[in-house]
């Protein structure tokens, strides 16, 4: 994006980082990581959403400069949105993570059940909290591809066909497309066809 840093730009990417500074603690992130299946990449939105609101909190003046400086990224198309087509068709992490940092004037859909967890994540305080909520997600999420790919490959869907379990846990579908949309995102398998689930496609504000 433009080179440029306008004042509410610099300060919320100063403020960020000294809500990582202040908030989340040292070494805790590795020793996250070392749980099966968990997501650096989920992980850090949920962490995101928590240290932000505190470090507003500690320094109220802050909130008019992350919602100018999320509106500059926004205009400079930092997420890459413009490439991405309706917002409510991206994954539920993806959406979390722009409701977030983009605020109402996103205007961001949930359903009921993401609604809970939306929730969750406004009102994590420690980072145990963060990490819980995580795997709530992540359990949400595993659900949520599951229901997908054996609404889409029947209920003989073998998951072996499709390994990930090692794999980076924000590895997850986006909504489902129509049948345009979603056959360009198959392929060939052996003996049946495979769902591609690509990786998320908003980079987490480190």
Known sequence: FRRVLFRSLYDLFI??????ALYTPSGKLQEALTEKGMSV?????VEDARIERK????????????????????NMDFFNLSQLG??????????????FK???????????????????VDSTETYEDVINVTREI????????EEQEKEEFGEDFD????????QDSSEFPTKKKDSKESEEEYSE????QKKKFVNRRIKPFY
Request: overall charge negative; cysteine-free; charged content about 30%.
């Open 102 to 120: 983009g605020g109402a004037m996103m205007g961001i859909n949930f359903t009921e059940e993401e609604k809970v967890l939306v929730k969750k």
């Open 159 to 166: 998951e072996s066909d499709n390994p990930g379990e090692n």
């Open 41 to 45: 990449s989920v992980l850090n939105v």
């Open 189 to 192: 398998g052996t003996g049946k």
């Open 86 to 99: 309706d917002v409510d068709d991206l994954n539920f992490i993806d959406r979390v993570n722009l409701h």
């Open 55 to 74: 470090i507003k909190n500690k320094y109220p003046g802050l909130r008019y400069n992350f919602v100018q400086g999320y509106k500059e990224l926004l």
């Open 138 to 145: 992540l359990a949400y999420m595993k659900k949520e591809k």
């Open 15 to 20: 403020g960020h980082e000294v809500g990582h």
